[in-house]
Structure formats: structure tokens, C-alpha cells
């Protein structure tokens, strides 16, 4: 009997219950391993979401959101009911607005000849307004161009010099029925041309009576000295830079 229970504490029963243990220690050390591993990709995750977004990022955002305007924006706010001019007598004066096109493709603003360039500089939108001077004789259309980034607008400006020629870019916007419904290809008498951020500001401007452009005529390009000052009207709160704001879910940085 002694024997037997020498056996019992010592011999197979005993050793089971030793080999027993490894694969629960084994188990115990996968699951902590896990645990670790768990924990570690937590405080990565924590660490990426309450991370603050570098100089190069909160740019970006800033930049993508300047240059989506011409979308986001109302088309009265890019091309306002007025905008003011000063005169040669030393006045300031107010272009009022007639209408707006509905179109935003790059080709339907620009002459034939000029699409091919916006295609290149990949040319996002063409948007056109149409002005009428405060003593109703000059009318003006104002286009804005619109890019995906700054550095492709200068490139599209300066090709736009390039290629010009003399030639006028924009198309006249004529409205039916309004004090525009003239102003054609051949009306164009003066044009003007900006750039600012991603943004190109084009202008064309004639007499509101529809008389052609041509050779035998007088130059009197003060009458339509007033585009310049309407582009940049139009162009600066368009382009004005923005303050990013992370936290804010309205912005992606």
C-alpha cells in the first residue's frame, strides 16, 4: 500500500499535473502579449487623433479651401449687386450688376482660341457677370477662372500674355432684354487681365449701344479704365486667405 501511494504522489498523476501547467502559462503569456499589443495600437490611435496638424497640413487645408470658393460660394457673393470705381474727375462711382451666367465651364467663358490653354492649366470653372457703368453708356463682363492651385493660375496668367496677341480672352456676356443684350465679340473695346491666388480675373468692356471695335476710332481707353478696378474687386475677398481651425468639424486637415 505504501508503494502504491509512493506511486500516486510521485509517478504519473504527479508528472500530469506538471505538464499541465506549460500550456496554461503559455496561454496566460499569449493573452497578456495580446493585451500589450491592444494597448499599444490604443495610445497609436489616441496619439494620431489628438495629434495637432504641422504648418504644411493646416496650408493645405487652408489653400483647398480658398480654392474650392467658386463652388462654395453663392454666385452673388463672387460677383456682388455693385462695385465701386473712381473716375478721372476724382469721383467714385457704382457699377451696377445685371445678370450672371449660368454656365461655369472654362471653354463657354473663354474665345476658342484660349480653351486649349485653361485645358492645359487644367481650368477648374469659368464663371461671368455682366456690368452696367453708373451712366449707363460702358458695359462690362467679368470672368473669373478658377484653378486648382496658385502656382497653375500664374502659369495660365503668364501663357495667357504669352499667347494673346492683342486678342481679348473673355466672351462678352450678352443678356437678352437688358441693357447688355449688344455687347458682342466685335463690341469688345478694352480688356483686362489678374491674377490672384487661384484665381484669374478677366475683363472685356464696350458701349452699351453694341458700336464695334475698329480702326477709325478714336482711342478712349480711359471710358473703360474701370475694368481693372472692377476685377480687383471682385478678386480680393474671392482670394483672401482663411484661418484653418482643426478642431473645427468643418474643417480636414
Do not use: K
Not at 460660394?73 to 473716375?87: C, E, H, K, M, Q
Not at 502659369?155 to 447688355?180: D, I, K, N, V, Y
Not at 473703360?224 to 486667405?241: C, D, H, I, K, N
Amino acid at each position: 500500500m505504501a508503494a502504491d501511494e509512493h506511486y500516486a504522489a510521485s509517478g504519473r498523476p504527479g508528472g500530469a499535473q506538471r505538464s499541465g501547467r506549460g500550456p496554461l502559462i503559455a496561454l496566460c503569456a499569449a493573452a497578456i502579449a495580446c493585451l500589450a499589443v491592444a494597448i499599444t495600437a490604443g495610445i497609436a490611435a489616441h496619439a494620431q487623433l489628438v495629434r495637432q496638424p504641422d504648418a504644411a497640413q493646416e496650408s493645405a487645408a487652408a489653400a483647398q479651401a480658398v480654392a474650392g470658393r467658386w463652388r462654395s460660394w453663392p454666385a452673388g457673393r463672387i460677383f456682388p449687386a455693385t462695385l465701386s470705381y473712381d473716375t478721372q474727375l476724382l469721383t467714385t462711382e457704382t457699377a451696377n450688376r445685371v445678370g450672371i451666367s449660368a454656365g461655369s465651364r472654362c471653354a463657354t467663358a473663354l474665345d476658342a482660341s484660349f480653351a486649349a490653354l485653361a485645358a492645359r492649366d487644367r481650368c477648374t470653372a469659368g464663371l461671368r457677370a455682366a456690368y452696367l457703368d453708373q451712366l449707363q453708356g460702358v458695359v462690362y463682363t467679368v470672368g473669373v477662372l478658377a484653378f486648382p492651385s496658385t502656382r497653375l493660375a500664374a502659369e495660365f496668367w503668364a501663357g495667357l500674355h504669352s499667347a494673346a496677341g492683342g486678342a481679348m480672352p473673355l466672351r462678352a456676356l450678352a443678356l437678352p432684354g437688358t441693357a447688355t443684350a449688344r455687347f458682342s465679340a466685335s463690341a469688345r473695346q478694352a480688356a483686362t487681365a489678374m491674377h490672384d491666388g487661384p484665381f484669374v480675373v478677366l475683363t472685356v468692356a464696350g458701349y452699351a449701344d453694341g458700336q464695334p471695335a475698329g480702326a477709325g476710332q478714336q482711342p478712349r481707353l480711359s471710358v473703360f479704365a474701370p475694368a481693372a478696378q472692377l476685377a480687383s474687386e471682385v478678386a480680393g475677398p474671392l482670394s483672401r486667405p482663411v484661418t484653418v481651425d482643426c478642431a473645427s468639424p468643418a474643417w480636414s486637415c
